[in-house]
C-alpha cells in the first residue's frame, strides 16, 4: 500500500523566490525504509516537514500539486490529524526532550499520558521500549544528563513509543560524535525491523547502505532519482553529480580497480569490501 503519495509537489517559502520543492512525484510504500540523501540547501527537511504538515500549515508559504499522506490530504488537514500518524524526529536531542518528566522514564511515558492512556498500558509500553533499545540501564537518570547519542535514543525512543505509523527522521545523527552517530543507526535499525515506515534524511550513507530499502536523491528541490539502495549508492556518477560522496566501501574498491588489483562489481557496505578485499591480487 502507498502510505505516502507527492503529486506534483512543490512547495515556497514565502520568504523564498523561488520554489523550495520542485514538482516532487514519489510514492512511499507502507513499511518500507526511504534513505533521503542529497548536497546541503536542497531541500530534504522541507521534505521530511512537509509530511508532518509542517508545510504549509506552520510555515507560511505556496504549494502545487497535492501530498497524501495515510489517505489525508495534507494541505487539508491539520496538523493535529497528521501528528498521530507521523512522529517527526530532528537534528538536536536537546531541543526535542520535553523536560517534564525527571527521569527517561517519565520522558517515554509523557506522550502517552497526554493522550489519557491507562496507566498500566503505559508502564508496559515503557519497559518493553527500553528493554528493546537497552535503555534499562538509564531508566532513572534525568534526561539532560545523558550523552548527545543517549538523549537522541531517548528522543526517538518518546517518539517511536507513540506507534506513528510513519517515522520521519531528519538528519538525528547531524550533531553526534562518532560512537553516538553509530549507537543512534544500530537503533534505527532495531526499530526499521518493526514495520514502521521509515524515511530518514541523512549524509552518513555508509550507514543507510546498511538498511535502506530505497533512496531518493534530492537536489536543488527536486527528487531527481529513486531507486534500490544498491542501484543507487553504486551510482558513483548519479551520486558525484548531485554533490553526494560515494561510500567509503565503494571509494576503496574504485581505487582497486583502478590500480588493476581488482576487477568486478563497485563495493558499497563493509560487507561487500571484505569479500573484494579477499579476491585482491596480492603483488
Ligand atoms: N523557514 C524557512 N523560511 C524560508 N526559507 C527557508 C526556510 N527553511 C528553509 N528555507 C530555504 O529552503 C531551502 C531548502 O532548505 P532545507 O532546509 O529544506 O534544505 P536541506 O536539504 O535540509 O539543507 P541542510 O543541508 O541545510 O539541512 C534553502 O534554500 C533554505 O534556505
Ligand atoms: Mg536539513
Not at 6 to 19: A, G, H, L, R, V
Not at 83 to 111: H, I, K, Y
Not at 168 to 186: H, I, K, R, Y
Not at 213 to 237: Q, S, Y
Request: proline share 3%; hydrophobic share 40%.
Amino acid at each position: 500500500m502507498d502510505i505516502v503519495k507527492f503529486k506534483n509537489y512543490s512547495w515556497k517559502y514565502s520568504e523564498t523566490d523561488k520554489y523550495v520543492l520542485k514538482n516532487i512525484n514519489l510514492t512511499i510504500q507502507q513499511g518500507e525504509f526511504l534513505g533521503i540523501i542529497g548536497n546541503v540547501g536542497s531541500g530534504r527537511s522541507t521534505l521530511c516537514m512537509s509530511l508532518l504538515g509542517l508545510v504549509p500549515h506552520l510555515f507560511y508559504g505556496k504549494t502545487k500539486g497535492e501530498l497524501i499522506v495515510d489517505d489525508i490530504v495534507v494541505k487539508k488537514a491539520k496538523i493535529s490529524d497528521l501528528s498521530s500518524r507521523v512522529g517527526l524526529v530532528l537534528q538536536s536531542p536537546d531541543t526535542q526532550l520535553t523536560g517534564a518528566g525527571t527521569n527517561v522514564e517519565e520522558e517515554l511515558a509523557f506522550g502517552l499520558e497526554n493522550l489519557g492512556v491507562p496507566r498500566r498500558e503505559i508502564i508496559k509500553k515503557v519497559d518493553s521500549m527500553l528493554k528493546l533499545l537497552n535503555l534499562e540501564q538509564l531508566r532513572n537518570r534525568s534526561p539532560f544528563e545523558l550523552s548527545g547519542g543517549q538523549q537522541q535514543k531517548v528522543a526517538i525512543a518518546s517518539v517511536f513509543i507513540m506507534e506513528p505509523k510513519i517515522l520521519v527522521l531528519d538528519e538525528p545523527t547531524a550533531q553526534l560524535d562518532p560512537l553516538g552517530t553509530e549507537q543512534v543507526f544500530s537503533f534505527i535499525k532495531k526499530l526499521a525491523k518493526k514495520g514502521t515506515t521509515i524515511i530518514l534524511n541523512t549524509q552518513k550513507i555508509d550507514y543507510i547502505a546498511e538498511f535502506a530499502d530505497r533512496i531518493a536523491v534530492v537536489n536543488k528541490g527536486r527528487v531527481v532519482k529513486v531507486g534500490e539502495t544498491r542501484e543507487i549508492l553504486t551510482n558513483v556518477e548519479l551520486l558525484r553529480r548531485n554533490g553526494i560522496s560515494p561510500t567509503v566501501f565503494t571509494k576503496l574498491s574504485e581505487e582497486l580497480i583502478k590500480n588493476r588489483l581488482y576487477k568486478g562489481e563497485l563495493a558499497m557496505t563493509f560487507g561487500d569490501a571484505v569479500k573484494i578485499m579477499k579476491k585482491v591480487k596480492r603483488k
